[in-house]
Each structure stands twice: as C-alpha cells, then as structure tokens.
C-alpha cells in the first residue's frame, strides 16, 4: 500500500460546482500536511497547510481526519483558473545520521478540470 | 528575480549519454532537494542536501550523483542515461526541517526540467 493515495480523476466539474478531494495516508505517525497545486506543465506551489481544527482560505477549505487518516481539500464556487493537478502532502519524522527532519511524501495528484 | 532556478528547462539526448541539470535559489534555504516527476505524475524524493551534507539518498541508481558546491547550489548528474530517465526533474529548497511539525516544511520548486532519452 502507497505511504499516500489520491484519487487520480480526473474530475471534470461545470464553473460554480463545489468539488472535494480526499487524500488518505497509511502512516499514524504522519503529523502535518499541506495542499499543492500544479498547474500544467508547471512546477508544484503551495496551496495551503491543513490545520488538525480544519482551515479556509477564500473559497478552498482543508480538513484533517486522524482518525480515519484522511485529509480532504474543498473547492466552492469552481472558477475556470481552478484547473489543476492537486497534490496532498504528509510529512512525518526520520532521521538521517542522528539528525531529525520532516519527511515529505507527495499523493500522485487529483486532476480537476472545470468546464464553462 | 527567480527564487529556485534550474537549467536546462529542456534536454533532448540519446540513450548512454552522460548529462548534467543544474540549481541554483536565493532564498537563502538550508535543504535542496532533486524530486523526480514520471509520465504518471508521481512526485519522487531522490536527494536532499542540507548545507552542502547528503541527508536523504532515497533508492536511486548510482548513475544518478548529486553535487553541492554549497549551499545555494545543488547539481544533478546523470552518467550512461537510460530511457526510463526520461521524466521531469524538479528542484526545491526548503528551510531545513527539524521535524514534521516545523514550520520549514514548505518547499519551493523550481520551473522543472524536461529530460528525454531517445
């Protein structure tokens, strides 16, 4: 089982549609997480950070289930310019040669595409 | 003022060559990374450098050797290239991360290169 899973799509969802995303790691230990986006032939920017209480920013919300140990990206209101590959991020303690840092592990990516 | 820039965007080769990909970022970040983007769009993790040291060294062929000259700089070779190299290479800097919950977890990327291996 991959360390974390996306539902590739791709989605393809008429402007004004609300649209989520979910995003399930298999690693309890997992302790932050971020939403990337990457437009076409681009390079990966950040999103936003998922927040354990839940976190919005205009019309994108983020949740996280530890329990259930998915985090799940909600678009309203889809504009044209949302059309994107969306990578969820988890990150998770190692170690390199004594020394402790953030491990990051990319989803595969959902594809939306929002048509007029 | 580009803060992660990589060069070439584009390399077209044949298979055996030996190529090079370089980075540079001003942002004044501790970690570099080479991430390896395939046709299926998997973001891969192949290095990380934190101040010029070697800190991640994920499950890459020993054809594949990263340099960092120091800190703002970090150089991908690639010797006797093969076809399944072909893929989108991307390097990222980051502040260095001390943990999962810090706050230099957030990387930027560069623009990507586009390596093809005829």
């Known amino acids: 089982r991959k360390e974390v899973e996306q539902d590739p799509g791709p989605f393809n969802v008429p402007e004004g549609a609300t649209v989520a995303f979910n995003c399930t790691y298999s690693?309890?230990?997992?302790?932050?997480f971020f939403w990337y986006r990457q437009d076409c032939r681009k390079e990966p920017k950040l999103l936003m950070s998922?927040?354990?209480s839940g976190n919005e920013d205009g019309r994108f919300t983020a949740q996280l289930n530890r329990a259930s140990q998915y985090i799940s990206l909600l678009i309203r209101d889809s504009k044209l310019s949302d059309s994107a590959t969306y990578l969820c991020v988890v990150i998770r303690s190692d170690n390199a040669g004594g020394t402790s840092y953030g491990k990051l592990t990319f989803g595969q990516g959902t594809i939306l595409t929002v048509h007029p | 003022d580009t803060a992660v820039s990589q060069t070439p965007k584009y390399l077209v080769t044949q298979m055996g060559n030996d190529k090079s990909i370089k980075c540079e970022q001003n942002l004044g970040h501790d970690t570099m990374y080479w991430y390896k983007q395939d046709s299926k769009k998997f973001l891969k993790i192949m290095f990380s450098?934190?101040?010029?040291?070697?800190?991640i060294n994920e499950t890459v062929p020993n054809r594949f050797s990263p340099k960092s000259p120091d800190k703002a700089h970090l150089n991908l070779h690639i010797n006797s290239l093969e076809l399944g190299d072909s893929a989108v290479y991307f390097c990222?800097?980051?502040?260095?991360?001390?943990?999962?919950?810090?706050?230099?977890?957030?990387?930027?990327f560069g623009a990507g290169s586009r390596l093809t291996v005829l």
């Open positions: 450098y934190n101040n010029k040291e070697l800190i």
């Open positions: 998922v927040y354990s």
């Open positions: 990222a800097s980051s502040q260095f991360s001390t943990g999962p919950q810090s706050g230099a977890n957030v990387l930027t």
């Open positions: 690693n309890s230990a997992s302790q932050s």
